[in-house]
Each structure stands twice: as C-alpha cells, then as structure tokens.
C-alpha cells in the first residue's frame, strides 16, 4: 500500500512544504508575541500586587496623623506612571508582532505563490491528460463500432411464442 506522500505529486508535495515552513514561522512568531506578552503582564502584575500591599499596610498599619498629606498624590503619579509604561511595552510587543508577521509574509508568500500555481498547472496539465486520454478512448470506440457489421433488423425476428 502506497503511503500518503508517495502519491503526492512533486508540485503537491512542493507547495505542502512551502506551506508547512509558512504556518510553522507563523506559530513560532505568535508563541514568541504571547510569551512577550505574558511577560509584560506578570511584570506589571507584581510591581501591581507591590504597589497596592504597600498602600494597603500604609493606610491599615500608619495612623491617620502620621500619614503624609502629598502621598495621595504621589501614588497617584506613579502608579500613571507605570500604567503608561505597561501600555508602551504592550505597543512594542504589537509592533514587534505586526513587524515579525510581515516578515515572515514577504518571506514565505512568493514561495507560497509560486508553488501554488505551479500545483495549479499541474493539476491543468493531468486534467487536460485525462480529457485527451477520453477523448481518444471514445473515438476508438465510436471507430470500433464503424467497422462492426450493422445487427440484422430486428423486424425480421420471430415474435415470440405464438401458440
């Protein structure tokens, strides 16, 4: 029994490879972005978790007299602060992911494209083969049937049992 990939023609097995490279680039290239992205949440996720345990033992644990009047503010600074960094990062890993996923369409496609037509034309050729290939079969036999003599007229046959 013939496996899978001895039946594939050169053109088909071509272009499943070109193919196979493409999706395979594409998926690393989504890993890395998520794996980035996973990173830049848990870094904002802790300095997060930091910030709001230190408020909270502030505010629990430090009388209100001993409390500083400019903290509120303050926090309120930095914590914009690092909400606009967390965004900046989240942009990069954007613009890093929309720049890998151009690359790799400049890399992969012409290929791509240049095996699909060329499994296109393939697949003309063996249609154009198989419509040749019939058409020849039929006109054999339409010539076959030319040379047999014609059949005796079925008038001239007795009309079944009459008794």
Known sequence: MNSFVETLSPAARNHAEARIDYYTDLTQAVLRSLRQLAEVNVQFSREWLDDSTAA???????????????????????????????????????????????????????????????????????????IAEEASRFANIASQNKAMPQAASMQSAPEGNQG
Do not use: C, M
């Not at 009388?63 to 914009?80: C, F, G, I, Y």
């Not at 060329?118 to 154009?128: K, N, T, V, Y």
């Open 56 to 130: 909270l033992r502030q505010n629990l644990l430090t009388s209100p007299e001993e409390r500083k009047a400019d903290a509120v503010p303050q926090a309120a600074s930095a914590t914009l602060q690092k909400l606009q960094t967390y965004h900046q990062k989240l942009a990069q890993v954007a613009g890093d992911f929309q720049s890998d996923i151009n690359n790799l369409a400049q890399q992969h496609v012409p290929q791509t494209a240049r095996t699909a037509t060329e499994l296109a034309d393939a697949g003309r050729q063996a249609a154009g083969k198989h």
